[in-house]
């Protein structure tokens, strides 16, 4: 099985909320990914978790907060979005972390979380 | 830094032709490279990869890719299309560097015309 299941679906959120997105993978990979996808482009990406540790933040803005409570689950803790954060956040995941792991790894990703700020 | 490139924002092929989706690209060491394809309004879906060994490659749902190394290209490529293969393909590298991380081509969309 290479699921990865990411909730909610759909996002609606004011300027001045606070949402959280959730992902979760029970393939026992130990690599946790975040991107952002705008219509019509790739993904790029945010944050990567190895080891339920950050490893990698792309210089993302603090108003996107990630946290890896255990190996199977990741979230991202928005807070203070602006209309431009607008998107389909994917999460990922892959069997070894990315800076010590194999590069033949394979991502799998989720279905992703469509975002709307207003 | 590594890069992949995607001549082609879009390509059309007629239901039952063959079809290849182009990429190109860029990177000091070995490549390792992927395919995956994304339905509309929907993650990221892995095809296949290369890493090493036999430079045509096969993957899922019929497709399969053919590595050239001194072309730099790493094209998408399916003998007989699908009405129902109409969607978005990205080509990725892995970076071999600290990151380790995916980096995306700009996307081909494939339209299947039946």
């Known amino acids: 099985d290479t699921e990865v299941t990411q909730t909610p679906k759909h996002l609606v959120m004011g300027m001045t909320n606070k949402k959280s997105l959730k992902c979760e993978q029970h393939m026992g990979h130990r690599a946790m990914y975040w991107y952002k996808q705008k219509a019509k482009k790739p993904p790029e990406l945010m944050f990567v978790y190895s080891y339920e540790k950050l490893s990698i933040n792309e210089s993302v803005p603090s108003r996107f907060s990630p946290e890896c409570p255990n190996s199977s689950l990741l979230n991202l803790h928005l807070h203070a979005l602006q209309p431009e954060d607008s998107a389909l956040y994917l999460c990922?995941?892959?069997?070894?972390?990315?800076?010590?792991?194999?590069?033949?790894?394979?991502?799998?990703f989720g279905p992703g979380t469509r975002l709307t700020v207003l | 830094a590594q890069s992949v490139a995607q001549p082609e924002d879009q390509v059309n092929v007629a239901e039952g032709n063959p079809l290849t989706v182009k990429c190109t690209y860029s990177?000091?060491?070995?490549?390792?490279l992927f395919w995956y394809v994304q339905y509309p309004n929907r993650g990221l879906q892995f095809l296949l990869k290369?890493?090493?060994?036999?430079?045509l490659v096969k993957g899922s749902y019929g497709f399969e890719a053919e590595f050239n190394k001194s072309q730099t290209s790493f094209h998408l490529k399916k003998p007989s299309a699908l009405v129902s293969d109409s969607a978005l393909y990205f080509c990725a590298v892995r970076d071999m560097g600290g990151r380790r991380a995916l980096t995306f081509g700009s996307g081909t969309r494939l339209q299947v015309q039946p």
């Open positions: 990177v000091s060491g070995n490549p390792y």
């Open positions: 290369y890493i090493t060994g036999d430079n």
């Open positions: 990922a995941s892959s069997h070894t972390p990315g800076v010590s792991g194999s590069a033949e790894d394979t991502q799998y």
